[in-house]
């Protein structure tokens, strides 16, 4: 006997931390997986966001000046550097035509335009470098304010709610003494049932088996499967706990309830097999009550195999067709003649 949890449930907490301006969601909803819970208001954020919008937009000016500057020195220094490349060109054909002095003031002039153009060209990667930096910042606090609106994780049902329109949430990475979660948020069309298995039927617990799980409050039975254990026994119950995981599409089955589970460990085909109330066990010995040939109640020794909720496998002691006794033996005898009423047992399990 177990009781069912859900497949998943989490605390809905807040990313940042911000006033609750909506909530949307109350106990018992059901919600989709990224469906809005809640929004928060935070103003400073969008504070931080027109800010750094701003300075994005001042630096995207500022890229604008400086590549306006970079086509007024590349223009300035083609005309410093024609006018020296002609003045030079003048000197090596007529040496006394230029006095030197204006060939080196041509020449430092063309340096300087030079200059000036590595200059543009360094203030133009200075701009675009703090037009990447502003545009990470715009996004971080783009992201940030995003967080103000709060998804579900996961499809589920809303199980609690902690906070009402007006509660200061605190971001979920505060301390555990601060942080509030918003809503508990319980996914419900999968349940867990986790089951304490002996340690003598361990080695026989296979991942994948089906189950049938019965719920008393329901008085349903539901197929489950085994779908994980911890893989290691208890010292201190000599147990291993087994999960069994069952669908609940319609959502009848609520968590907190309780059922049992058949977990089916051995299975066998076409055996001979008889009710378990025929069965009588007696130290090392078991055996069965018979009707024979001659109407005559005889004690008949069994070797018996695996077993069900209901019924026993045979491996010796009986054939197919014979008549066993069940119910309440302690009032009959062996060599007690009876009328025998044959009884449907059903097929074997």
Not at 71 to 79: Q, T
Not at 159 to 183: H, N, W, Y
């Amino acid at each position: 006997m177990a009781e069912f949890r859900p497949y998943q449930e989490i605390d809905v907490h807040a990313k940042v931390a911000g006033y609750v301006k909506e909530i949307l969601v109350d106990v018992g909803d059901q919600v989709k997986k990224g469906q809005v819970l809640a929004r928060l208001e935070i103003p400073e954020l969008k504070a931080d966001v027109d800010q750094a919008t701003a300075a994005e937009s001042r630096s995207q000016e500022e890229i604008k000046r400086a590549e306006s500057e970079l086509r007024r020195a590349e223009a300035a220094h083609e005309e410093a550097h024609i006018t020296y490349t002609r003045m030079a060109s003048v000197v090596k054909l007529k040496p006394r035509l230029i006095a030197q002095e204006e060939v080196d003031q041509a020449m430092a002039r063309d340096r300087m335009a030079e200059a000036q153009v590595d200059a543009s060209k360094s203030a133009i990667a200075v701009a675009k470098q703090r037009l990447l930096e502003e545009q990470a910042g715009e996004e971080r606090v783009k992201t940030l304010l995003a967080y103000s609106q709060i998804e579900a994780p996961f499809s589920g049902v809303i199980t609690k709610r902690f906070a009402d329109v007006g509660a200061m949430i605190p971001a979920g990475t505060s301390t555990s003494t601060q942080a509030m979660p918003l809503v508990r948020l319980s996914q419900t069309d999968r349940l867990r049932l986790i089951l304490p298995v002996p340690d003598s039927v361990v080695p026989r617990v296979r991942i994948g088996a089906t189950v049938d799980v019965k719920v008393q409050a329901l008085a349903q039975t539901f197929r489950g499967t085994v779908w994980r254990s911890t893989d290691k026994v208890d010292p201190a119950t000599r147990t291993m706990e087994v999960e069994i995981d069952v669908p609940n599409p319609r959502l009848v089955l609520k968590p907190g309830m309780y059922a049992s589970a058949a977990l089916t460990l051995d299975q066998a085909a076409g055996v001979l097999a008889v009710p378990l109330q025929a069965i009588t066990a007696s130290g090392n010995k078991t055996s069965v009550l018979v009707v024979n040939g001659q109407k005559t109640i005889e004690e008949r020794e069994v070797t018996t195999g695996i077993e069900g909720p209901s019924k026993v496998a045979i491996l010796s002691g009986l054939q197919e067709g014979d008549l066993v006794v069940v119910g309440n033996k302690n009032q009959f005898m062996p060599g007690q003649k009876v009328e025998p009423k044959p009884v449907d047992a059903g097929s074997p399990e």
